[in-house]
């Protein structure tokens, strides 16, 4: 029961989001300042991951095709399908929960339990409005451009794993790379992408807004946003992944 209460309260606090909306000049600078905070300072992590993810996943697949009946540019297809299909959307999306999702609800509980929301409320403003809404449209909008670059640096990692360690050639790692190439995987990638950072941005606002007590409150609540955005991701990717796929 206290589950549903739980998804009740998750989904009204949905509908709080978009009602009143605050004035337009304070929400674009609310909004500018969420795409920074969730987004450009996330780019270091997720360019540095996804180059040296992308050249294990060459490294790995080059020593596990070892029969000469297997054609080496199935290195790169691999990679290129791998890191498309899962890694970018799916696992860098749960690596974002773990950063930006324990900011946010510390950001939130934190503000929660010093009073100033309920400042803001008295002064008739939709606090909802004012902080979930920003760190939405943020997310949805930015996460994306992450994706892409998660793409291209995972298939540049395995390139150059190719170089390193000469497993396989780089001619059959790109051939491997433009064999069957199919654009709706692009596109199935990236509204995979735009699902996981909805979740991103308001399952940690939901257990930020309502938390109660302290400092030790505040860091239980980001554990707990962490761990529940992370398992919706991968139940979502299920879902997902047999609709746009299936």
Do not use: C
């Amino acid at each position: 029961m206290n589950y549903l209460h739980n998804i009740g309260k998750y989904f009204i606090m949905l509908g709080q989001v978009f009602k009143r909306p605050q004035k337009a000049s304070i929400f674009r600078e609310n909004l500018f300042r969420e795409i920074e905070e969730l987004g450009l300072k996330s780019l270091g992590i997720v360019a540095f991951i996804s180059f040296f993810v992308g050249g294990v996943v060459a490294i790995q697949t080059g020593l596990n095709v070892d029969n000469p009946w297997i054609p080496k540019y199935l290195i790169g297809f691999a990679t290129k399908r791998s890191i498309i299909l899962e890694f970018a959307p799916t696992f860098m999306s749960i690596i974002l929960a773990g950063k930006v999702g324990s900011y946010i609800t510390s950001s939130i509980g934190t503000m929660r339990v010093t009073e100033q929301i309920d400042a803001l409320e008295v002064m008739g403003v939709n606090t909802l409005n004012h902080l979930v809404l920003p760190k939405i449209i943020a997310a949805v909008s930015f996460y994306p451009f992450l994706v892409v670059l998660a793409m291209i640096l995972g298939i540049f990692g395995g390139y150059v794993s190719g170089l390193v360690t000469g497993l396989f050639s780089v001619s059959d790692y790109v051939e491997g790379i433009r064999l069957d190439f199919k654009p709706y995987l692009i596109r199935y990638a990236l509204t995979k992408t735009m699902f996981f950072a909805f979740i991103i941005a308001t399952i940690p606002s939901y257990f930020g807004y309502y938390v109660k007590g302290g400092s030790i409150e505040v860091g239980k609540a980001s554990t707990q946003a962490v761990v529940w955005t992370s398992v919706v991701i991968i139940v979502f990717n299920y879902f997902l992944t047999q609709m746009l796929l299936g």
